[in-house]
Nanobody
């Protein structure tokens, strides 16, 4: 069973940057979409960004131009580079496969707090 472990979260001020990392326990096909999700208390988990292969990406409108998703299949790792962070980016970030029908067990997530 594939496992995901997220890291890199933290407390930052608005306008600052963070890079999240996702370690995957097994190799994921380059053709399979992978994604970053965000959850805040009382709300459903949102799909923030997806990547297929190395270059096909898609983003939630609110993060376009500020977040960049990337993956290194050779190292079973995925990243989310987050720039110009806003308070509304606060949440628990998870990585997983990037389509509802493909989802595996969730990892522990990594907390991002954007606050002045």
């Amino acid at each position: 069973q594939v496992q995901f472990v997220e890291s890199g979260g933290g407390l930052v001020q608005p306008g600052e940057s963070l890079t999240l990392s996702c370690a995957v326990s097994t190799n994921i096909s380059r053709a399979a979409p992978m994604g970053w999700y965000r959850q805040v208390p009382g709300k459903e988990r949102d799909l923030v960004a997806t990547i297929i292969g190395s270059t096909i990406t898609n983003y939630l409108d609110s993060v376009k131009g500020r977040f960049t998703i990337s993956r290194d299949n050779a190292k079973n790792t995925m990243f989310l580079h987050m720039n110009n962070l806003r308070p509304e980016d606060t949440g628990l970030y998870y990585c997983n496969l990037g389509a509802a029908r493909l989802l595996k067990a969730w990892g522990p997530g990594t907390q991002v707090i954007v606050s002045a």
